[in-house]
């Protein structure tokens, strides 16, 4: 499959003139755009309505207005090129897990922000269920952004969530285990990092919550609202019930995570911590509304404790990604860089 053409983003330019108000507004949500099809019939798609709040994304997101966003399952490269043009002014950066893979469904991670994106990798998790070994492709996606408070790694992660087994079931539970561990130590930990996505854990499945803890990241929701619940996933939703999970029992629970390492805690503490997207406003007909997707978002506002803005001799300049094609978003390269901001002393 030839490139296709990316938003025309013009670049952006750090010259120490770039308004900043020492708060970093980030959002996570599963978008819950997954449709299994085969010869045009679905057969795997968990929230109905896929096109009508497909086009009520955009908006909403250019409304709630986040510096970086990380979501989860848009699969299809038609809506994942649709976001990245609609929003081309917006988030003029991009990474995106691979358009193509060795499953029958693309990855479905997408990493936008307003500040540039200086390197991106996708890595599929080494073990999975079998049956989303063979539909689906999922992993975590890596992106160094250039954040006017300094470099911050962002990790976009989606779990299993078991495949044709229950989620919470042992083995699904190992599974996911293994996920997080090779997750864990893929990522360099020696500078601020930030973990998001749908973990499949968290008020479930806490065996596996607890790995994250144990490898030194905090919980931005219990670190803000400890005695909150946060539900980011419920049985009662319209775009939820009479679905699998619905069926096999499993009760509400918050499963979408904001996580930071103790480098981030330091640089980038959060001061508050929310979900988005809870109300039913994507009108499907006059009888019918229906949230934004079967999940909530979660969206928290991290304050820089110090201003760390990069300087040089020369401004740096950061060239938009221009392409897109099955192996995903093309980050800024070097060349395009006048001056290394990640470069130690």
């Known amino acids: 499959m030839g490139a296709r053409p990316y938003a025309q983003a013009s670049g952006h330019r750090f010259d120490g003139s ?37 086009a009520a994304l ?8 986040a510096d970086i966003v990380a979501l989860q399952e848009v699969y299809e490269p038609r809506h994942k090129n649709l976001l990245m043009a609609g929003l ?36 599929r998790f080494a073990q999975m269920p079998l049956a989303e070994k063979l539909v689906d492709n999922k992993g975590f996606l890596v992106s ?11 990790v976009n992660v989606h779990t299993t969530a078991g495949g044709t087994i229950h989620p919470e079931h042992p083995k699904t539970d190992r599974i996911r285990a293994r996920q997080i ?7 360099d930990l020696d500078r601020p990092v930030l973990f998001a996505g749908d973990f499949n854990c968290g008020s479930v499945s806490q065996g596996n919550y607890a790995q994250l803890l144990d490898a030194g990241y905090t919980d931005t929701w219990t670190k803000i609202s400890p005695g909150d619940n946060g539900f980011t996933w419920e049985p ?28 981030a805690m330091a640089s980038l503490p959060p001061t508050q911590v929310q979900r988005v997207f809870m109300d039913q406003n994507v ?3 006059d009888a019918l509304s229906v949230t934004l997707s079967d999940h909530f978002g979660v969206l928290a506002t991290l304050k820089a404790n110090q201003r760390r803005w990069f300087q040089s001799r020369r401004s740096i300049q950061f060239i938009a990604p221009r392409l897109v094609d099955e192996r995903g978003i093309r980050a800024s390269s070097r060349d395009d860089i006048e001056d290394d901001p990640f470069e130690r002393p």
């Not at 561990?181 to 990522?187: D, G, I, K, N, S």
């Open 283 to 285: 009108r499907i007909s």
């Open 236 to 263: 009662t939703s319209i775009l939820n019930v009479g679905g699998a999970h619905t069926k096999w029992g499993c009760p509400a629970q918050r499963i979408d995570l904001i996580l930071l390492n103790q480098f």
């Open 88 to 123: 081309s002014k917006t988030y003029p950066y991009a990474s995106v897990s691979p358009m193509r893979g060795p499953s029958v469904v693309p990855a479905s991670l997408m990493t936008l922000s307003k500040w540039p994106i200086v390197t991106q990798e996708f890595v």
């Open 18 to 54: 770039h308004t900043f108000d020492n708060h970093v507004k980030f959002l996570t949500y599963n978008a819950g755009l997954f449709d299994f099809k085969i010869l045009g019939r679905s057969l795997i798609k968990p929230a109905d309505w896929i096109e009508e709040r497909f």
């Open 58 to 65: 955009q908006p909403a997101l250019e409304q709630l207005d």
């Open 181 to 187: 561990e090779q997750l864990c130590q893929r990522v």
């Open 144 to 154: 160094s952004i250039h954040t006017p408070n300094g470099p911050l790694t962002v």
